[in-house]
């Protein structure tokens, strides 16, 4: 507990929003009048990347209510720098405090999902991306890192991101991406009818969301680093994480129900570290956990019902011997046999 928790403060930090950054640039799509410079709701911008292009690192986008689509002829928005980009404003708030996302919402597409057509595409290093506040559909794929970049921050907060057509967060260099520092975190966000995920991540936090209805793996991590989920409910995931290097995964206080997917893949594939803790994993058809790399699983305070993988175990360590596998007032319930592997120690 500990360890997540100074993992999630020290992101937290990094990623902690600050309206005051340096300036608010402005953005409303219904705007008719001829001045517009984006410096405030009455002269605004009236597109995205008009005011991508006006903001300097650090600034902040605030977006009126409406409908944007990205630049005919373009496929996606070109972002070179850090910036923070919010939804929900109804076009005359004078403080952030006074948008409601719920009520103004703000909707960003790019086309129609079909074809390869980006969202947001980030092409410089050492940046902090920040979504907040959003509905996001209909696009290929909502961000595409452009090249190989070793420190890039992502945030997305208070967002319905839904309909995305493949990648959630895509690499156009997916044999090189080398993103050693690199982080994604996930808040309070509902995330619905995806592809796949697929990113290249240093570490990964999902706080407080829902997750539902992705085809494929939801994250595939070629880095150094760690996995948390918390607090979150996940749905029919067919993989949910596919850990290269040194991974650490954490799920706490969770629940992943996959009550329609047979997956061909375990949920938990190849992660060095393992630990679940005050979750619920149900209805689950496949392996639940296999690895041939893990240095330590542990379960604690949790249930696993209805996890069937045919006739043999749900979970699967094979390989070298593992330094320790702990299991902690744990329920399993109708699953389909338990444990394979060796083992420096093994406590129930």
Wanted: aromatic letters at 12%; glycine letters at 8%.
């Amino acid at each position: 507990m500990r360890t997540f928790t100074r993992i999630s403060i020290f992101l937290l930090f990094l990623f902690i929003t600050s309206v005051s950054w340096s300036q608010v640039v402005f953005v409303n799509g219904a705007y008719e009048k001829s001045v517009s410079d984006g410096t405030s709701w009455d002269t605004p911008y009236k597109t995205i990347q008009e005011a991508i292009d006006a903001a300097k690192p650090g600034d902040s986008i605030w977006i009126a209510k409406g409908e944007y689509n990205t630049p005919e002829g373009s496929d996606g928005y070109t972002v070179d720098k850090s910036l923070l980009i919010f939804g929900g404003f109804d076009g005359s708030e004078k403080s952030f405090g006074k948008r409601d996302h719920k009520v103004n919402v703000t909707s960003l597409i790019s086309g129609d999902g079909s074809v390869t057509r980006y969202l947001f595409k980030l092409n410089q290093d050492d940046l902090k991306f920040e979504l907040n506040g959003l509905s996001i559909s209909e696009s290929y794929s909502v961000v595409l890192i452009v090249g190989k970049f070793n420190s890039i921050q992502i945030k997305f907060a208070n967002c319905l991101i839904y309909n995305i057509g493949n990648f959630f967060i895509g690499h156009n260099d997916n044999e090189n991406a080398n993103l050693l520092t690199s982080q994604l975190l996930i808040e309070n966000c509902e995330i619905n009818d995806v592809g796949n995920g697929y990113g290249k991540f240093h570490k990964i936090e999902i706080h407080n969301s829902e997750i539902k209805n992705i085809k494929s793996y939801f994250f595939t991590g070629f880095c150094n680093g760690d996995f948390i989920v918390s607090n979150s409910q996940l749905t029919n995931i067919t993989t949910l994480t596919v850990g290269f290097g040194e991974q650490n995964f954490i799920l706490e206080n969770s629940t992943i129900n996959n009550e329609r997917y047979r997956s061909s893949n375990p949920l938990f594939l190849g992660m060095v570290s393992l630990k679940i803790i005050n979750s619920q994993i149900l209805d689950y058809e496949g392996l639940l956990i296999y690895s041939d790399r893990n240095r330590s699983v542990s379960l604690q305070n949790s249930v696993f019902k209805n996890i069937n993988n045919g006739s043999n175990s749900v979970i699967s360590l094979n390989g070298s011997v593992f330094n320790d596998c702990a299991i902690e007032n744990c329920t399993f319930e109708n699953c389909s046999g338990y444990f394979q592997g060796n083992f420096n120690s093994f406590k129930s």
